[in-house]
């Protein structure tokens, strides 16, 4: 899972038919582990209702479809949860954590 907050909406005027009820968010990931590109945001599908502003947890591949009900619909990443807080462990400098574009949540001093 990646830890992010919620930066843009993305509107589509044509898209996969099982994704007509959802809302597709741009994701700003926090930091996350190897991430297979670099990249500083990503489209997730939104199946909790989340909101510009508020920080999320993205789920990738098989688990994100899993969450929004169907392995059968085009997409890689889905929002699975709202966060209401974060609390990270003194030796975060240990861990091989990478922050996104050197941005740190609120509390968390890289």
């Known amino acids: ?3 992010g907050r919620v930066v843009g909406e993305v509107w589509a005027t044509r898209r ?3 994704l007509d009820a959802h809302k ?3 994701v700003r990931p926090y930091f ?3 991430p297979p590109a670099e990249t500083s945001h990503l ?3 939104d199946t909790v209702g989340a909101n510009v502003g508020q920080e ?3 789920c990738l591949g098989e688990g994100a479809r899993r969450t929004a009900g169907s392995g059968n619909l085009p997409f890689e990443a889905a929002i699975a949860g709202v966060v209401d807080r974060v ?3 003194a030796d975060v400098g240990l861990r091989p954590l990478t922050f996104v574009d050197g941005i740190a949540p609120e509390g968390v001093v890289p």
């Open 1 to 3: 899972m990646i830890l």
């Open 87 to 89: 609390e990270i462990a």
């Open 24 to 26: 597709l968010l741009v």
């Open 16 to 18: 996969h038919a099982g």
């Open 43 to 45: 489209v997730a599908v």
């Open 32 to 34: 996350w582990y190897a």
């Open 56 to 58: 999320v947890l993205v």
